[in-house]
T-cell receptor, first 115, second 115 residues
Framework: DTGVSQDPRHKITKRGQNVTFRCDPI?????LYWYRQTLGQGPEFLTY????????KSRLLSDRFSAERPKGSFSTLEIQRTEQGDSAMYLCASSLLTGTGKKLFFGSGTQLSVL | AQTVTQSQPEMSVQEAETVTLSCTYDTSESDYYLFWYKQPPSRQMILVIR??????QNATENRFSVNFQKAAKSFSLKISDSQLGDAAMYFCAYINGGSQGNLIFGKGTKLSVKP
C-alpha cells in the first residue's frame, strides 16, 4: 500500500492554458474524490467517482473543469482556459465502498499557480 | 446546509503539555460522522480520529481524544503529551451518513508546539 499518489506536485501555468492533473488511488479503493483547497481554507468537495462512474459533482466544478476515471483506477482532472482564481491546491482522496466508516485517504495534492 | 466552524485560527502548546482544539458544527441530520484531520507542511491530509454520531462514547486514538457533545454540536480534539511532530494545521470535518464523499471542512487551526 503506497497511499494516494498525485502528479505533479506543483504546476505553474499562464492564464488561458489548459492543465491536467493525475491521481492514483490506493489500489483496492473503488471510490475516488477530488477536492480543492485555497489559502487559509479547508478543502472543498469537487466531485467523486465510484469505479469509473462520476456520481456527484459540486457546483464549484464549472464547465471548464472535467474529471475522468476511465478504467476505474487512476483519475485525471483537467482545467481548460485557466483563470487566476483557479490557483489552489487540488487534493485527491480514495476510499473503499463499504466498511471504513467514511474514512478518506488523501494524497499530498497538486499546487496550481496561474500567472 | 451543514457548516463546520473552527474558532481558533492558531493555537500554541508547550511540548509534553495538553491542548484542546475547538470545533462546532451545524446540521439537522441525526446520522453523521465527524473527523479531525492533520495537515503538516508535507500537505497530506492525515486522519487523526473519527466519531460516529450514534455513539455516545468519545473516540480515542493514543494521545488523541475527542469530546463529542451532540446536543451542543461540539466536537473538540484533545492532544495529550504534545510532541514536536504534532505541529500542523488541524481540520475538523463533517459528513452526512447518507453522503458518499462530500466532507465539509472547517477553516482549520494552526497548532504550534514549543520545545
Amino acid at each position: 500500500d503506497t497511499g494516494v499518489s498525485q502528479d505533479p506536485r506543483h504546476k505553474i501555468t499562464k492564464r488561458g492554458q489548459n492543465v491536467t492533473f493525475r491521481c492514483d488511488p490506493i489500489s483496492e479503493h473503488n471510490r475516488l474524490y477530488w477536492y480543492r483547497q485555497t489559502l487559509g481554507q479547508g478543502p472543498e468537495f469537487l466531485t467523486y467517482f465510484q469505479n469509473e462512474a462520476q456520481l456527484e459533482k459540486s457546483r464549484l466544478l464549472s464547465d471548464r473543469f472535467s474529471a475522468e476515471r476511465p478504467k476505474g483506477s487512476f483519475s485525471t482532472l483537467e482545467i481548460q482556459r485557466t483563470e487566476q482564481g483557479d490557483s489552489a491546491m487540488y487534493l485527491c482522496a480514495s476510499s473503499l465502498l463499504t466498511g471504513t466508516g467514511k474514512k478518506l485517504f488523501f494524497g499530498s495534492g497538486t499546487q496550481l499557480s496561474v500567472l | 446546509a451543514q457548516t463546520v466552524t473552527q474558532s481558533q485560527p492558531e493555537m500554541s502548546v508547550q511540548e509534553a503539555e495538553t491542548v484542546t482544539l475547538s470545533c462546532t458544527y451545524d446540521t439537522s441530520e441525526s446520522d453523521y460522522y465527524l473527523f479531525w484531520y492533520k495537515q503538516p507542511p508535507s500537505r497530506q491530509m492525515i486522519l487523526v480520529i473519527r466519531q460516529e454520531a450514534y455513539k455516545q462514547q468519545n473516540a480515542t486514538e493514543n494521545r488523541f481524544s475527542v469530546n463529542f457533545q451532540k446536543a451542543a454540536k461540539s466536537f473538540s480534539l484533545k492532544i495529550s503529551d504534545s510532541q514536536l511532530g504534532d505541529a500542523a494545521m488541524y481540520f475538523c470535518a463533517y459528513i452526512n451518513g447518507g453522503s458518499q464523499g462530500n466532507l465539509i471542512f472547517g477553516k482549520g487551526t494552526k497548532l504550534s508546539v514549543k520545545p
